[in-house]
């Protein structure tokens, strides 16, 4: 804490969680230490157009206090070894009690003889986003250690791509499945119609006389239906 005669800020350092691309917030907290007077305060930066204030100036009365909020706009590179050399000040000065926060005006921090203004200055600190958390004694051997959990990730690596192998080559193997399955439907409704069509010849061979021309034929027709029998025979097995 940064006390004076007339106010005491919190914190006297902005820590500004760190992360690219991303904003970021912190609090001051201006307290008027005064027991009678009211106070003006104003908060300035060095680097305007990478902060937004708020508020930036107000009064705060007497044993009052006031939160101000500091953000700071996105960032699109870290600084060297995650130093800034960004500084704030905040200035305080004794108004009237009929003094509002609309009524305070830069020209009330101009010193001039017979004017008392406080000023405090504050660094910027950057702190890291998301901190690792310390590790406490013992840990490796009352839990996980880190050599148990790059091994558990590798076997659970191995058994995802198992796993994946073993799909494609059900897959594969489902597909072949389906495909002998038609090639033997198709065979077997071959043979039907082979079938039909020999018993109707052999019902028109029975109500005709020329049966030299016939015979050949029918001779043909029973040697194809047996080579497509066998043939289904043995993709059967």
Known sequence: MTTGDLVNIHPTELKFPFELKKQSS?????????GTQVVA????????????????????????????????QAQKEAPLDMQ??????????????????????????????????????????YIPANPPSPVPEGSEEEGNSPRTDFATSQF??????????????????????HKLTEEKTSAVQQSQKLRQEL??????????????????????????????????LNFRT
């Open 26 to 34: 912190c609090s001051l907290q201006i307290s008027n230490k005064t």
């Open 156 to 177: 659970d690596d191995h058994v995802s791509r198992t796993l994946e192998e073993t799909n494609e080559k059900s897959s594969e193997a489902w597909s072949m499945i």
């Open 84 to 125: 800034c050399r960004d500084k704030f000040l905040v200035q305080s000065v004794i108004v009237s009690d009929a003094t509002t926060s609309k009524d305070v005006l830069a020209e009330m921090f101009n010193k001039e003889p017979g004017r008392v203004i406080e000023d405090f200055k504050l660094r910027v600190v």
């Open 199 to 232: 018993e109707m010849l052999r019902r028109e061979s029975s109500n005709k006389q020329a049966g030299g021309g016939h015979s050949l034929v029918l001779m043909l027709l029973v040697g194809l239906l047996g080579c497509v029998i066998g043939y289904i």
């Open 41 to 72: 305060f104003k908060v300035k930066t060095t680097n305007p157009r990478k902060y937004c204030v708020r508020p930036n100036t107000g009064v705060v009365l007497p044993g009052d206090s006031c939160n101000v909020t500091v953000t700071m």
